[in-house]
C-alpha cells in the first residue's frame, strides 16, 4: 500500500521558516522523482519544487526559487521542503508527490502518487 504522510506544517509568522517531511512506504522511494505542490484556498494546485531521484538535479517554481530547499533522505524513504522567508502569500495546503519520470514541464497529472497535505499558513 502506498503512503504518503506529510508533517511539519502550521501557523507561522512573516518571514519565520518552516521544514516539510513527507515520509513514504510501499514503493520504491529511490526511483522516483520526488515534489512538493501547493493549493491556496480558491486557487488550483501549483508547483512548488522537485527533485530527481537521485537528488542530484532540483527545480524550483520562481515564486520559491532563492527561499527554499528541497532535500531527500533515500535511506529514510523521506523528502523535505525546508521554506525560509515565508510570506502570507506562501499559506496554502502543501502536498507532496511520486512521479515516475523528470519531465520537461512539470504537470500534476505526471505524478503517480500523492498525501493528503499539509497545511501552512503565514500570518502577516
Known amino acids: 500500500q502506498v503512503q504518503l504522510v506529510e508533517s511539519g506544517g502550521g501557523l507561522v509568522q512573516a518571514g519565520d521558516s518552516l521544514r516539510l517531511s513527507c515520509a513514504t512506504s510501499?514503493?520504491?522511494?529511490?526511483?522516483?522523482?520526488m515534489a512538493w505542490f501547493r493549493q491556496a484556498p480558491g486557487n488550483e494546485r501549483e508547483f512548488v519544487a522537485r527533485?530527481?531521484?537521485?537528488?542530484?538535479?532540483?527545480h524550483y517554481a520562481d515564486s520559491v526559487k532563492g527561499r527554499s530547499t528541497i532535500s531527500r533522505d533515500n535511506a529514510k524513504d523521506t523528502v523535505y521542503l525546508q521554506m525560509n522567508g515565508l510570506k502570507p502569500e506562501d499559506t496554502a495546503v502543501y502536498y507532496c508527490?511520486?512521479?515516475?519520470?523528470?519531465?520537461?514541464?512539470?504537470?500534476?497529472?505526471?505524478?503517480?502518487?500523492w498525501g493528503q497535505g499539509t497545511r501552512v499558513t503565514v500570518a502577516s
Open positions: 508527490a511520486a512521479g515516475g519520470q523528470w519531465t520537461y514541464e512539470v504537470r500534476a497529472t505526471t505524478f503517480d502518487y
Open positions: 527533485i530527481s531521484s537521485g537528488g542530484s538535479v532540483t
Open positions: 510501499g514503493f520504491t522511494f529511490s526511483m522516483h522523482v
